[in-house]
């Protein structure tokens, strides 16, 4: 059981890190939907999604993980970030 608790330990240690990189990644789309509102442009960038999207996939799949796990958990961050630009674009927030 102890071994048990040293790999929940490093999974909870890891969990931290990927959300400190979430939170950090957020401050960036933040920033994008303050450009956005400033310069006119529209927050759904199907284009780019999509390219973000298939290069996870690719560095899961070239790291030994499932690509479309990694595609799923981008789709989820990317539909966030529209929402949070989509709020800073029309002034609900900054």
Request: charged content about 35%; glycine content about 6%; proline content about 1%.
């Given at each position: ?79 966030h970030a529209h929402v949070v630009e989509d709020d800073i674009v029309d002034g609900k927030t900054e």
């Amino acid at each position: 059981m102890e071994k048990l608790k040293e790999y929940r330990a490093k999974i909870d240690e890891l969990d931290e890190k990927i959300i400190s990189l979430i939170v950090e990644r957020f401050g960036v789309v933040r920033a994008v939907g303050k450009w956005k509102a400033e310069n006119n442009v529209p927050v759904v960038q199907s284009a780019r999604a999509e390219e973000v999207k298939a290069r996870a996939a690719a560095l899961a799949s070239a790291k030994g993980l499932d690509g479309q796990l990694l595609r799923d958990i981008y789709t989820l961050i990317i539909d966030h970030a529209h929402v949070v630009e989509d709020d800073i674009v029309d002034g609900k927030t900054e």
